[in-house]
């Protein structure tokens, strides 16, 4: 699934094609896809209006129109968003596709793809309660004011371990798999640590290394593993996975400390890699 960093790419290589657009046309061809409202709410609240902003929350994206209204998307497991040609061929399971066009530019074409139908696309009232998940999140690092101590409040006492603190979406916004276990190494910290017990310099530097990884990935516009099809809406790989100290990497020597045989071990579910000399 996209994380943080791989969403706020897709949402900045989407900005300056969206913002200032209008919708021409808009086709729906998976009913899963729109399954929140149906077609013709989505087709009603887009066709005719033109977006103004893009914003981001954890792995939500939402584009805001002229009306008022807002439409968010959330990829999970394999959504991708992708501009293209109106007249190129559309990839294999684009559920969702608007037409673009605005003054002085080509008019171009915002495909929602999704071979596995997990993601979906919603229009609605910010005022209205049709997606209240969203106000459940918690802190979002890159959006929120993440200074320590809004960190260390958001944290702090937790009898969990440290994993399932750093994946649950109500505390923090935006990690899953991939940046939890590289946040967590840099940390020098075990999965299975429980937050109530991480001294002050603990949280710091765990807060240090939150912030610093997800920054590092955006930069290099996310990670683009093997097993996932992640690009950004201009169909470019990311290049973090190359950074990576930990995650996939099993069997191969920790390339922090030297001497560590990377790990995996699974739990809930969720597999997590680690260095047992880094992380002790």
């Known amino acids: 699934m996209p994380e943080l960093p791989e969403v706020e790419t897709v949402r900045r290589s989407l900005d300056a094609a969206v913002v200032g657009s209008r919708v021409t046309r808009v086709d729906i061809g998976r009913l899963r896809s729109v399954r929140r409202t149906g077609p013709e709410v989505v087709r009603a609240g887009l066709l005719g209006e033109t977006f103004t902003t893009t914003h981001r929350r954890g792995k939500y994206l939402f584009f805001d129109l002229a009306n008022g209204n807002s439409m968010m998307v959330h990829l999970r497991m394999s959504g991708r968003l992708l501009l293209a040609a109106p007249d190129s061929p559309r990839e294999a399971h684009t559920h969702v596709a608007l037409l673009l066009e605005r003054s002085g530019a080509d008019p171009t074409e915002l495909r929602f793809v999704d071979p596995r139908t997990f993601g979906e696309v919603v229009v609605f009232n910010p005022d209205d309660d049709l997606v209240p998940e969203v106000g459940r999140l918690g802190l979002d690092p890159l959006v929120d004011d993440f200074g320590f101590e809004a960190f260390r409040d958001a944290v702090v ?23 939890a276990d590289e946040i967590m190494h840099r940390a020098r910290l075990r999965w299975d640590r429980r937050v109530d017990t991480l001294a002050t310099a603990q949280l710091k530097l765990l807060h240090r290394m939150t912030v610093e990884v997800l920054r590092e990935a955006v930069a290099a516009g996310g990670s683009t593993l093997s097993d996932t099809q992640y690009v950004d809406a201009l169909g470019r790989e990311g290049i973090f996975q190359t950074e990576h100290r930990v995650y996939a990497r099993e069997g191969e020597r920790c390339i922090t400390c030297g001497r560590g045989i990377i790990r995996r071990v699974t739990g809930a579910g969720r597999s997590t890699h680690f260095c047992p000399v880094c992380q002790r």
């Open 157 to 179: 006492g937790r009898r969990r371990g440290l994993k399932a603190v750093l994946l649950d979406q109500a505390i923090i916004a935006g990690i899953g798999n991939i940046y």
